[in-house]
């Protein structure tokens, strides 16, 4: 597994341009899942 699922409630939001930069957020869950809703929605392990 190598997908992120992020559950959140958004607080803050603006628009910048085409963009909307989240501010602040209310997080209910982090998942690790084999496929993720968004394909750029990967971790990997970092270290030794």
């Given amino acids: 597994m190598d997908g992120l699922?992020?559950?959140?409630?958004?607080a803050r939001a603006r628009r910048q341009g085409r963009l909307r930069?989240?501010?602040?957020?209310?997080?209910w869950e982090v998942s690790l899942v084999t496929f993720p809703m968004l394909p750029g929605a990967r971790f990997r392990a970092v270290g030794p």
């Fill in 21 to 27: 930069v989240l501010s602040g957020v209310e997080l």
């Fill in 5 to 10: 699922s992020i559950g959140y409630r958004t």
